[in-house]
């Protein structure tokens, strides 16, 4: 399993895995008209990933998840502007591919990215339903904490590598292709930034699609 980041070729692979394996309520914005992978949900997919994270100026690191050389999810990593030090990270997997462990792997890769970026504390949330995410997250040393009705909020320090809090012996999935010559850019400046806060939510996918 690794972790690759996004480029164009990888984005058009990880459309044809949400169509094939996702609702597109997991997985991006909402999008009017009936439902299902419409032509206009599929044009919005590309377009939303090719503005947060393929711009010059990208919002966020986006990574494809791939088994077996094929994509099966999306990982991500957000800076928290009101946060300074913190970032928000957020996965989904496709349903053939949950319930196999693989969620705790990509999350050991998100926080050995951010902890080598610098960050100091990752924020991720869920819903108050998905008790397999938060397991993933608790396994991991996050503080979970209920937001209201219906959300979860994980908070995880991280500290450096020689001391991790991060007690595990699986080794954490590989991530590559961060210079893709895609405009995602490298360092903490550039690939990483502020979370996708759209009108009347929060970002599309968080860590409540992956659900192992």
């Given at each position: 399993m690794e972790l690759r980041q996004l480029n164009e070729e990888l984005l058009q692979e990880l459309l044809e895995a949400a169509v094939r394996d996702a609702d597109p309520g997991e997985v991006m914005p909402p999008v009017g008209g009936p439902p299902g992978w419409?032509?206009?949900?599929?044009?919005?997919?590309?377009?939303?990933?090719?503005?947060?994270?393929?711009?010059?100026?990208?919002?966020?690191?986006?990574?494809?998840?791939?088994?077996?050389?094929?994509?099966?999810?999306?990982?991500?990593?957000?800076?928290?502007?009101d946060e300074p030090g913190s970032v928000e990270l957020g996965v989904w997997l496709g349903r053939s591919v949950r319930g196999r462990g693989m969620a705790h792997k990509v999350l050991l890769g998100l926080l050995e990215e951010a902890r080598s970026l610098g960050f100091r504390h990752v924020v991720a949330s869920t819903t108050t339903g998905n008790t397999a995410a938060q397991r993933a997250l608790a396994a991991l040393g996050a503080d979970l904490t209920p937001v209201g009705a219906t959300t979860v909020t994980a908070i995880l320090l991280l500290v450096p590598a020689d001391t991790s809090a991060v007690t595990t012996s699986a080794r954490p999935p590989q991530v590559s292709g961060r210079d893709t010559g895609t405009g995602t850019g490298t360092g903490t400046g550039s690939t990483v930034a502020g979370p996708a806060r759209r009108e009347g939510g929060s970002h599309p996918y968080r860590t409540s699609a992956h659900r192992g």
């Open positions: 419409t032509r206009r949900r599929r044009e919005a997919f590309v377009r939303f990933h090719r503005e947060r994270a393929l711009a010059p100026d990208p919002v966020e690191a986006t990574f494809a998840i791939l088994h077996e050389h094929a994509v099966v999810g999306a990982a991500r990593l957000e800076r928290l502007p």
